[in-house]
């Protein structure tokens, strides 16, 4: 991971709450993604780190792991509650266990009408 993570603009996701991280998860992707709000906007399947810090002692879930990704959703500008950003999606299959603890820890709320960055 040193020389991606040299090599890669890096992106810092922290989340402390369920709601933060289902307002960021997109679960169509195959091993994940997450939003994370920046100015900062890069092309479609750009290759980026995100470092992700996710602590919800609630739900015993504790991340601190810098991840490869690519760039797979743009929202070129906020509009209402969807904020500037882009969605990284997890790149490397090695990842899936973080997307399983994700979806493990998001459980029926992935079915609820709550609005997220992306739709």
Same mark, same amino acid.
């Given at each position: 991971?040193? @020389? ?7 992106? *810092? *996701?922290? #989340? ?11 679960? #169509? ?10 100015? %900062? #906007?890069?092309?479609? =399947?750009?290759? /980026? /780190?995100?470092? *992700? ?17 690519? /760039?797979?959703? *743009?929202?070129?500008?906020? /509009?209402? %509650? ?11 299959? =090695?990842? %899936? =266990?973080?997307?399983?603890? #994700? ?7 992935? =079915? @609820? %009408? ?6």
């Amino acid at each position: 991971m040193d @020389s991606y993570s040299n090599s890669h603009p890096k992106y *810092l *996701l922290t #989340i402390q709450d369920i709601d933060s991280l289902h307002s960021a998860y997109l679960p #169509i992707t195959s091993y994940g993604a997450l939003f994370v709000k920046t100015d %900062n #906007i890069l092309p479609l =399947e750009s290759p /980026v /780190v995100l470092d *992700l810090q996710i602590n919800i002692p609630e739900k015993d879930i504790q991340v601190s792991q810098e991840v490869p990704a690519a /760039v797979c959703w *743009l929202n070129l500008s906020k /509009v209402k %509650n969807r904020p500037k950003g882009m969605c990284l999606r997890f790149t490397d299959k =090695e990842d %899936n =266990e973080i997307n399983k603890l #994700i979806l493990l820890a998001l459980g029926k709320t992935l =079915e @609820s %009408n709550k609005l997220t960055f992306m739709f």
